[in-house]
Structure formats: C-alpha cells, structure tokens
C-alpha cells in the first residue's frame, strides 16, 4: 500500500510539474508574440523613417541643385557686365591716351 501510495504521488507530483511547465510555456510564448508584434510594429517605423528621411534627402539636393544654378545664372551674369565695364574703362583709357598723345605733339 505504502507503494501504491508513492507511486501515486509521483504521478501526481509528475502531472503537477506538467502543468506548471505548461503553463509557465504558455505564458512565454505570449510572451514571445508580444515582443514579436513590438519588433514588426519598429521595422514598420524604421522604415517608414529610413522612406521619409530619403524623400526628405531628395528634396534636399534638389533645391541645393536648384539654388547652384541660380548662383551660377548670377556669377555669370556678373561676370558678362564685369567685361563690359573692363572693356569700357579699357576704351576710355585708350581715349586718354590717345588725348595725352596729342597734346604732347602739339
């Protein structure tokens, strides 16, 4: 009987330690898609943000782009009437001299 009666305990013991590990795996498990549900809902984000900060980039060398050109429209035309007025002033130098050649004839 003392037998029977250990045997029985065991079983009980054995079915007792079961349902703990059962349950303690459930309960990781649950666990475990939570934290796999966290993971997807922050890859999600990452690359909403990784999309968001390339558009944004984009956005950004396009108007750098934009503003080069127009500072290159503007060095150019500075440059055009920079000519301009060296060639005038040349002209006038010219005319001086030409002036200062005829006064020193006379």
């Known amino acids: 009987m003392f037998e029977r009666a250990k045997g029985v305990i065991k079983k009980v013991t054995l079915e007792v330690i079961y349902e703990v590990v059962e349950e303690r795996s459930r309960e990781i498990k649950e666990r475990l898609d939570k934290l796999e549900g966290r993971m997807e809902k922050l890859e999600r984000k990452q690359e ?28 150019g035309q500075l440059r055009q009437e920079l000519r301009q007025e060296i060639t005038q002033i040349n002209h006038r130098i010219d ?12």
């Open 95 to 106: 005319t001086v001299i030409q002036m200062l050649s005829e006064l020193l004839r006379k």
């Open 48 to 75: 909403e943000d990784f999309r968001y900060l390339s558009q944004r980039i984009d956005q950004l060398n396009q108007k750098i782009d934009e503003q080069v050109g127009q500072l290159r429209q503007e060095m």
